[in-house]
């Protein structure tokens, strides 16, 4: 109410209503409205409320503080917490973004015949890639096998070729993951978590994750 998220005649038809109120009034849209049915129209509505309550910013005491699993320093503490995490992020995003800069530089300086089965299967993992995330939204997903290719031919050749140079890369200048880097970027994956420590023991017992994070490493 009083937000513009409905037109304002209908804000002024339901004003000073309580809960569990009906009233039935007449409303003109704009017209200018977006839905041109609509558009310098009048319409009933006939509307009950079911409840009212307005939304209000907590106090900042160590009971808020604590909803946020912050256990020790009060409000200070929660505000470290949320820098911390902000710089994190910041951190994640630049590194992202020079990482792109220099992937992209890469690509315009190489030419690069692309072997059709590394495309061919790359094709096939963005499309298990794209049915798990339709999945994971609760759409009901066909069989990646059902899908064209052409959609996914292009972004398939830039990762393949990327690999291939990154791959020539790594094995000329013989790079490998430094165990004391691996140790400080598992550090800032867990920082996020309530239990550090056991993000940490979790991805040490998992060879093909820690992998994932040792190639990041040496591409990085």
């Not at 699993?69 to 902000?86: A, Q």
């Not at 050749?157 to 094995?171: C, D, T």
């Amino acid at each position: 109410l009083g937000r513009g998220q409905m037109i304002e005649a209908f804000d002024a038809g339901v004003r000073g209503l309580t809960t569990g109120e009906t009233k039935t009034f007449d409303a003109t849209f704009p017209e200018d409205y977006r839905a041109e049915n609509l558009a310098g129209k009048t319409v009933q509505f006939t509307v009950t409320v079911k409840s009212v309550a307005e939304s209000r910013l907590p106090e900042m005491d160590d009971e808020f503080v604590k909803a946020f699993g912050v256990d020790e320093g009060g409000v200070e503490g929660l505000r470290k917490e949320v820098r911390t995490s902000m710089q994190r992020e910041l951190d994640a995003k630049l590194r992202n973004v020079m990482k792109k800069q220099v992937l992209d530089e890469l690509a315009r300086l190489h030419d690069v015949q692309l072997p059709h089965a590394l495309v061919h299967r790359e094709i096939h993992n963005l499309k298990d890639r794209l049915m798990g995330q339709m999945r994971a939204y609760g759409a009901a997903a066909q069989g990646a096998m059902n899908l064209p290719d052409a959609p996914f031919e292009k972004e398939a050749g830039e990762r393949v070729k990327l690999g291939l140079i990154m791959n020539a890369i790594i094995e000329v200048n013989d790079l490998k993951a430094d165990q004391e880097k691996l140790d400080a970027r598992l550090m800032e994956m867990a920082a996020g978590y309530e239990d550090p420590d056991a993000f940490v023991r979790y991805y040490r017992s998992q060879p093909e994750e820690l992998r994932q994070v040792e190639m990041a490493l040496v591409e990085d």
